[in-house]
């Protein structure tokens, strides 16, 4: 049985180990010239999720990090600690899992860009530009998995777009001196973060569904002053999808499959998808491997989870300043900051349920989800 994989990013590269493991014949067509780059992501995991599929070799860990404080708009904050917060070299990260797919077996073709599907008596050919080349290669393979980031060309082919929404995330890397802890920003505008790499060196950035530019350049600027742009030392940006819970992320017959960013698997408050790309491989491999269902097999790992971290982001959406000011004084008491600390971000769910039967206050802020 031949499986291609479209995308070397964590879903890939992790489907490709866990499917060449089981001793399937793998490919994976990546794009660019070099696995991980360019890179868009801070690069904050939470460790303990991350263990349970994957060991970060230390030498990919930038930083550990303790705590976190959030900010309301009108400046107070509270301070949570983290379980175990890392700071990972995401280009490294990714390569990392490359390698591993390698070892395990699995062909990685660089430089190789999937353009689009043909379906021929049920069979799937897919279109791969060598872009070394220019020569396209028609593939027929037996299983087509679409790891291939937020606007998934093998999603537009195989009719499994959607309507899909997306904020942009800005970020620069720029010296700024700190004590090591997280700030989140959230406020009407978006989310704003500052992430220490040391305590000279940090990761600044905003992720906003409208005028993301202009907040980014006025979070800046609270950072680091006038004058930044002589300082920084990095610059990304890219799309992150939101949830979208009416998308099928496989075709009708189960042969071809979107994981990760390509199947909106990102959790909605904080944007993060890295844990959620990789129980998306971990998905998609048991189904393959398994024959079964890929749709359930996704939604029993994280479906919960991210539908209630998307109501949780429409209830931020409609907002204004004054419930987030609202929300960060509801957390203040120590009470609900032990709740806090208590669960993972990558497991909303649990947290979100909790809350709502402990603290009543949240209630008007949570309804904003359902009710304008
Ligand atoms: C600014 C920013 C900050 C972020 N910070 C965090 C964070 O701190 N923590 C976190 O968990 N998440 C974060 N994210 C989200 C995270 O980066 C993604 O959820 C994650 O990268 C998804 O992995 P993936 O493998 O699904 O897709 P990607 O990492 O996007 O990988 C897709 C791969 O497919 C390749 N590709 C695309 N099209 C084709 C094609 N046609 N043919 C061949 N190859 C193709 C790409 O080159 C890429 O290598 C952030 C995102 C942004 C934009």
Not at 2 to 27: E, H, M, N, R, T
Not at 51 to 77: C, D, T, W, Y
Request: with cysteine; proline share 4%.
């Amino acid at each position: 049985m031949k499986i291609s994989i479209v995308g070397a990013g964590p879903a890939g590269g992790f489907s490709a180990y866990l499917l060449a493991k089981a001793g399937q014949d793998v490919q994976v067509f990546e794009e660019h010239a070099t696995v991980g780059e360019p890179v868009a992501c801070t690069g904050v995991i939470t460790g303990n999720v991350m263990a349970r599929r994957l060991q970060v070799p230390e030498e990919l860990v930038i930083n550990r990090i303790a705590k976190a404080r959030i900010f309301s708009p009108s400046g107070s904050h509270i301070e949570v600690r983290l379980k175990n917060d890392i700071i990972i070299d995401r280009a490294g990260f990714d390569r990392h899992i490359a390698a591993m797919a390698k070892d395990a077996g699995a062909k990685l073709f660089l430089n190789h860009r999937f353009e689009g599907l043909e379906h021929n008596k049920g069979r799937i050919i897919a279109a791969v530009k060598d872009k070394t080349k220019g020569a396209t290669l028609k593939i027929e393979t037996d299983y087509l998995v679409g790891a291939d980031g937020p606007v998934s060309t093998v999603a537009k082919a195989a009719g499994l777009y959607g309507k899909r929404a997306f904020y942009t995330g800005i970020q620069i890397t720029i010296p700024v001196a700190n004590d090591n802890v997280i700030d989140f920003h959230p406020s009407e505008d978006g989310i704003a973060w500052l992430v220490p790499e040391n305590e000279e060196i940090v990761r600044v950035g905003v992720a906003a569904n409208k005028e993301a530019n202009a907040y980014f350049r006025k979070f800046i600027t609270s950072v680091a002053g006038d004058g930044y742009e002589k300082k920084i030392t990095g610059w990304q940006a890219g799309p992150i999808p939101v949830y979208d819970p009416k998308l099928k992320s496989a075709t009708k017959d189960g042969k071809i499959l979107l994981a990760g960013d390509a199947a909106t698997m990102v959790k909605a408050p904080t944007l993060g998808g890295i844990n959620q790309s990789l129980m998306a491989a971990e998905a998609a491999a048991e189904s393959i491997n398994n024959g079964t269902n890929y749709e359930k097999a996704w939604k029993k790992l994280m479906g919960r989870d991210l539908y209630i971290s998307l109501m949780m982001r429409k209830a931020m959406e409609r907002f204004g300043n004054r419930d987030y000011d609202r929300l960060v004084e509801i957390f203040s008491s120590e009470k609900n900051k032990a709740v806090l600390e208590e669960y993972d971000r990558d497991e909303p769910g649990k947290f979100a349920i909790r809350m709502l039967l402990t603290e009543p206050k949240l209630l008007p802020l949570a309804a904003k989800a359902i009710f304008l």
